[in-house]
C-alpha cells in the first residue's frame, strides 16, 4: 500500500491500494468541505476508467 502526500484539504486523504486509488473523507462534509474537496475529485477521474474506492468510515 502506498501513501500520496495528503492534499491540503483536512476532509480528504488519497491513498493508492492495490492499483485503486482510495478517497478517504474525514469529518463533516459541508458545502464548503465539498468546495475543498472537488478539484482533488476532478483529479482524480479525469483519466479514462479510473479505479477508484471511496472510503466514507470516518465520516
Known amino acids: 500500500m ?7 484539504t483536512r476532509h480528504l ?3 493508492l ?8 473523507f474525514h469529518g463533516e462534509i459541508d458545502i464548503v468541505a465539498a468546495l ?4 482533488y475529485l476532478d483529479v ?6 479510473p479505479q ?3 472510503d466514507l468510515r470516518p465520516v
Open 44 to 49: 482524480v477521474t479525469g483519466h479514462p476508467e
Open 36 to 39: 475543498e474537496i472537488t478539484p
Open 17 to 24: 491500494d492495490r492499483g485503486h486509488t482510495v478517497l478517504e
Open 13 to 15: 486523504r488519497v491513498r
Open 52 to 54: 477508484i474506492v471511496i
Open 2 to 8: 502506498t501513501y500520496d502526500p495528503a492534499p491540503p
